[in-house]
């Protein structure tokens, strides 16, 4: 939904519903401490959409590449280094 307003939904983290927390991550002013707490999420829907988001800071996107049920979403996450990208690549090579 274009026109969905997403300034102030990190507010919405501590919600007990997963979809609501999950709303979170499209806040554009969304702390990145707070980013990463929900990375430790119960939800697993909750996490990759944490695992994504270009605000989780990028020691934290590079630790949840090795991470089986979030290493997709971090790897497809924009914030990561296109040199680290290029460097696990070579690696698995």
């Known amino acids: 939904m274009p026109n969905f ?6 507010r ?3 919600d007990p519903d997963p979809a609501v ?6 806040d554009p002013l969304a702390a990145p401490a707070l980013v ?8 697993p829907m909750v996490r990759r959409a944490m695992a994504a ?3 989780l800071p990028v020691p934290r ?13 971090a790897a497809a996450n924009t914030a990561l280094p296109v040199d680290t990208m290029r460097q696990r690549f070579a690696a698995a090579v």
């Open 5 to 10: 307003p997403t300034t102030d939904l990190a």
């Open 12 to 14: 919405l983290a501590d």
């Open 21 to 26: 927390r999950r709303l979170a991550a499209r």
């Open 36 to 43: 990463e707490r929900l990375t430790h999420d119960p939800d």
């Open 53 to 55: 988001c270009p605000r």
């Open 61 to 73: 996107i590079v630790a949840l590449l090795d991470d089986p049920d979030l290493a997709e979403p």
